[in-house]
């Protein structure tokens, strides 16, 4: 399968580049980061020009970023529309936006490269949450400048041996991602229970 | 303590939930970081064949050779027009893949320097 994605680059260059990166925001299970390492690896063989390979990786990857976040602004329009006010959903909905809305860009640089498998789902709850078009973007901009030139540099340096970093690079940024996941779920736990301790619920006392 | 994984359980399951299945892929992601780790840290698995996808002047670049000597070792007596793949030249040829890359991982044991 992955054979068949690095063919297709060879073969049909920058625009695959561009394709891939962009369905890979967008959550489509594709190599894209080993494409972005091989493709760095033909820029520097001189089959692919170097400008052209960082310029496709980013546009595929800025435009992948945008249509993850419409679909989620879309999606919660509609489910909005049908949540009653007060309700659990809707509440949920409002403590999300505050969260993004005060550590949104950052979430979102950092889900472009070092938790690099949360992008995706980023895109899509910056869109939900409403979060502001212009700091998503902005976010959106720089992160994927240094996924594109870190991964395009790993292959232009490796060459032979971008199986090794692809493999590498992709249990070290799931590892951080899970950690990040760990962390996240660790902290509402501690408020939960820092809550329902403050507000005498008997089970939270309990050791 | 399991005071507190009851209430969490009835007031709050996505967090709890969410809690253990970021766990459980820590020490997922953990053993392959060190599986990988391990499997790439001996020098023979570095320096594996030429692959069907790549182009001449990938393997030149990739296993430092000189881009001529992977061309003649080829065949070619200048160097190929357009950016083809090892897969696009056999097919041109009507001879498998396997043979071009034979004559390359021949050439390239001897050629490459070794790291």
Redesign the interface.
């Known amino acids: 399968m992955t054979e068949t994605f690095l063919s297709a680059l060879t073969v049909g260059g920058v625009p695959v580049l561009m394709f891939v990166t962009c369905l890979s925001c967008l959550a489509v299970p594709v190599p894209s980061s080993l494409l972005m390492l091989a493709a760095g690896a033909l820029a520097a063989s001189g089959d692919l020009g170097l400008a052209e390979v960082i310029a496709g990786a980013f546009a595929g990857a800025i435009l992948g970023d945008q249509l993850g976040y419409q679909i989620g602004r879309s999606g919660i329009a509609l489910a909005s529309a049908r949540m009653r006010p007060g309700s659990r959903a809707a509440l949920a909905l409002v403590r999300a936006e505050t969260l993004l809305a005060a550590r949104g860009g950052m979430a979102v640089f950092l889900s472009r490269w070092l938790l690099s498998p949360l992008g995706p789902y980023v895109n899509l709850v910056a869109g939900g949450t409403r979060l502001d078009r212009r700091l998503f973007t902005l976010g959106s901009l720089t992160g994927e400048a240094v996924w594109v030139t870190l991964y395009v540099g790993l292959g232009a340096l490796f060459g032979s041996q971008i199986d090794m970093v692809a493999q590498l690079s992709s249990s070290i940024v799931g590892l951080l991602a899970a950690l990040a996941v760990m962390g996240g779920a660790g902290l509402w736990i501690r408020r939960a229970l820092r809550r329902a301790h403050a507000a005498g619920d008997r089970d939270a006392l309990s050791r | 303590?399991?005071?507190?994984l009851?209430?969490?359980w009835?007031?709050?399951p996505v967090?709890?939930l969410?809690?253990g299945?970021?766990?459980v892929?820590?020490v997922?992601?953990?053993l392959?970081?060190a599986v990988?780790?391990l499997y790439?840290s001996d020098p023979d698995h570095?320096?594996?064949a030429p692959?069907?996808?790549?182009?001449p002047?990938?393997v030149?670049?990739?296993?430092?050779v000189p881009k001529p000597e992977v061309f003649r070792v080829l065949g070619y007596d200048d160097r190929p027009r357009g950016?083809q793949?090892l897969?696009?030249i056999a097919a041109e040829r009507g001879v498998p893949v396997s043979d071009l890359i034979g004559a390359l991982t021949t050439y390239l044991s001897d050629a490459a320097p070794r790291k």
């Open positions: 303590m399991f005071g507190k009851r209430h969490l009835h007031h709050h967090a709890l969410l809690f299945a970021a766990s892929l820590v997922v992601f953990a392959r970081v990988f780790a790439w570095r320096h594996h692959e069907p996808w790549m182009t002047g990938f030149a670049h990739a296993w430092h950016r793949t897969e696009q």
